[in-house]
């Protein structure tokens, strides 16, 4: 596993607080994505998995969001500390709040509660795991204020805070500190996600499926109106969909195709532009047709080949498109290496960034 940029917290896992704009590897060797995919962390913070089940915390430890039974004050993890427990499977880190999955389809969550987002029916912050009812959930995602889980039986459940129709569940400025229920069918649902207020998710026909904020397009519906329950993105062939900050999405088709839409703020469409152009609609990076994995951050785009090779863009402030200079790219550029997985955690437009190499 290695880290890039932003090192403010000590989210790069280097026992100290030094930014590097060139991959570093965190110790150990047997770091695995959940669920095929290394998940999107928090502000400041991240957890990540190993392949014995262990569940692992880096960064800042603020309202517990490390689950290390430790309150008050800011305290910071230069190196990973273990959350209790060795059945973890699919987790987030949002802002300050963490979630996870049990092999055993229990769902938990700590750190901060101001919006509900823990799921306890209370606001109240938690420095431990506590269990979200139920027994059937088995995917888990989320952002700074609200969250989303996924039951076996493929309805979709969203709590904490509900500005802008972020629920989809067709309600606005309503919070709820329980889990309710997104209408519709998500079984085999092939991935979520969120970033403050829109949403994104695929089903499993492959068809793409937004709803919330949508002032600079990044709805992708051609309009800029908000939505409270889901519309669907013209096309039936979407394979995986991120959030480029709350602006802009980045997304893949089956056909091996990248596309990107919303705002342009840094480059981070990929479209070799650096004004601040919105698009309303998905548009093409470049004409590849080998385009496998994705992955995003506030202001940066990433994406993985069939070849494994690693190519970022967008943002490049504290050097985390790893270049070994802090030069912004409008256009995709490789970082070297074969790779498996990307994701990152971010405060403001600063961004921590992780990839699993291929060994």
């Known amino acids: 596993l290695f880290a890039i940029g932003d090192n403010g917290q000590g989210a790069l896992g280097q026992n100290n607080r030094t930014a590097y704009s060139s991959p570093v590897q965190i110790p150990g060797t047997i770091w695995s994505p959940t669920k095929g995919e290394l998940m999107d962390t928090g502000a400041d913070m991240s957890l990540l998995t ?22 008050g004050g800011a305290a910071y993890c230069s190196s990973p500390v273990q959350i209790p427990g060795t059945t973890w499977t ?9 979630l996870a999955v ?24 938690r420095s431990s795991p506590v269990q979200i ?6 995917y888990v995602n989320g952002d700074a204020q ?19 129709g972020s629920f989809g569940n067709n309600e606005t ?38 709803w919330g904020r949508n002032e600079h397009g990044q709805l992708g519906m051609n309009n800029e109106t908000r939505y409270s329950s889901p519309v669907q993105v013209p096309g039936t062939t979407w394979k995986e ?13 089956t056909d091996g195709t990248l596309w990107t839409w919303g705002s342009n703020y840094y480059g981070n469409l990929g479209l070799n532009q650096s004004s601040p152009t919105h698009y309303s609609s998905p548009v093409q990076v470049g004409s590849g047709t080998d385009w496998d994995k994705i992955g995003a951050s506030r202001g940066v785009g990433a994406a993985i080949k069939t070849d494994s090779t690693l190519w970022v863009w967008g ?30 955690s971010y405060q403001g437009f600063a961004a921590t960034v992780y990839a699993i190499k291929k060994v």
């Open 241 to 253: 969909v991120r959030n480029i900050s709350s602006r802009g999405v980045i997304a893949i088709k």
């Open 102 to 125: 049990k092999t055993d389809g229990t769902l938990w969550a700590w750190g901060r509660g101001d919006y509900g987002q823990l799921g306890q029916n209370a606001i109240t912050p």
């Open 90 to 98: 699919t987790s987030i880190g949002g802002n300050l709040h963490s």
């Open 315 to 344: 943002n490049n402030g504290e050097g985390q498109l790893g270049q070994n200079n802090t030069t912004k790219y409008s256009s995709p550029v490789q970082i070297p290496g074969e790779w498996n997985a990307y994701s990152s």
């Open 173 to 210: 400025a309503v919070g709820r500190s329980s889990p309710v229920q997104v209408p519709g069918t998500w079984s085999g649902m092939k991935g979520l996600s969120c970033n403050g207020t829109n949403t994104a998710a695929i089903k499993s026909d492959g068809t793409l499926w937004v």
């Open 50 to 71: 190993r392949t014995d089940g262990t569940l692992w915390g880096l960064g800042i430890d603020y309202d517990g969001n490390l689950g290390q039974n430790k309150r």
């Open 146 to 164: 609200h969250a989303f889980g996924k039951k076996t039986d493929g309805t979709l459940w969203a709590w904490g805070n509900n500005e802008d």
């Open 133 to 138: 009812p139920g027994t059937t959930w088995d």
